[in-house]
């Protein structure tokens, strides 16, 4: 039953994406004189976002983890992209690749201990040796923690999205795709509000498109959407089927809050970097580097499934 809602619920998403980007071709071209731009490079990306997610959860767990370890690995090349880099961070970036087939290995063999240490406590203390060696303290700390920082958010973070498959075969897929609904959901909600009459900034010098009638629409938007939708893709009981609502929302917002403040930190007075990267997958992943690893744990503290 599972499968089959989370195989119905997909092509609801793809029916809507289509009819979202007919919408957008036909106004962008009656109203010329305004700026759509950045509504349309969310709808590339939330194509490709559609396709990594059908083979995530249509698929068996081994395409599954493939399709995500990709999306970890493409990720954490845009989110280097931000870096002031010199040539002694090669090596450690370079370090920092070899541990994502690392990272999902634990998760094909379902060693959870390793998986759950393995970037937080192994990568940390390992990945500055090879800044250490012959490459000077110039830039160590900047290079070192801003690489780690990378490592815990958008590897770490975005792999318990493949860890949800080997925990529980039966609900794997359908808890991915609800998690993943809820959460660009959230985004869109809080987006669209906020554009067309948030005025209340959270942090306008990071991100002016974060206001607080935003989060209050993506926040009330998901809890509903959560409740509505928990009884096809998931096990959940109805007051977690709310509750689940709630966490996504908050931990998506402070995700999205987090990673824009972090981007304009690396990318102080570099504006042409900083505007390519809202075009990028990193913008519409920096959610689920937070929702993703709380949601999985708060479901497997509470239920026996997991």
Avoid at 199 to 204: D, E, Y
Wanted: aromatic fraction near 18%.
């Amino acid at each position: 039953m599972l499968v089959n809602s989370s195989l119905f619920t997909l092509l609801l998403i793809f029916a809507g994406l289509s009819a979202v980007h007919l919408i957008y071709l036909a106004v962008s071209r009656l109203q010329k004189d305004k700026d759509y731009t950045g509504i349309g490079f969310r709808i590339k990306t939330w194509w490709g976002m559609l396709f990594i997610f059908c083979l995530a959860t249509l698929f068996n767990s081994v395409v599954s983890l493939l399709s995500l370890m990709v999306l970890c690995f493409f990720a954490l090349k845009e989110y280097f992209s931000m870096i002031r880099t010199r040539k002694a961070d090669r090596r450690l970036f370079l370090w920092a690749y070899l541990a994502i087939p690392l990272q999902f290995y634990w998760i094909y063999i379902e060693w959870y201990g390793m998986f759950i240490v393995f970037i937080p406590v192994y990568v940390f203390l390992l990945l500055p040796l090879p800044r250490l060696l012959n490459k000077g303290t110039l830039g160590f700390l900047r290079s070192v923690s801003s690489t780690q920082w990378g490592m815990m958010l958008m590897v770490f973070g975005l792999s318990h999205l493949a860890y949800f498959q080997f925990a529980t075969p039966e609900y794997g897929a359908g808890l991915v795709l609800f998690l993943v609904v809820l959460t660009q959901l959230n985004d869109v909600v809080h987006y669209l509000a906020s554009l067309y009459f948030g005025k209340r900034k959270v942090v306008p010098t990071a991100n002016p498109n974060l206001t607080w009638e935003g989060f209050i629409c993506g926040f009330v938007a998901t809890t509903a959407v959560s409740y509505l939708i928990y009884p096809y893709l998931t096990p959940l009981t109805p007051l977690f089927g709310l509750l689940s609502g709630m966490l996504i929302s908050l931990s998506g917002y402070f995700g999205s809050l987090t990673v824009s403040v972090l981007k304009r930190d690396l990318l102080i007075g570099d504006d042409d970097k900083f505007a390519a990267l809202q075009k990028s997958y990193l913008s519409r992943v920096d959610s689920l580097a937070y929702t993703s690893p709380i949601f999985f744990h708060v479901i497997r503290y509470f239920f026996d499934f997991m």
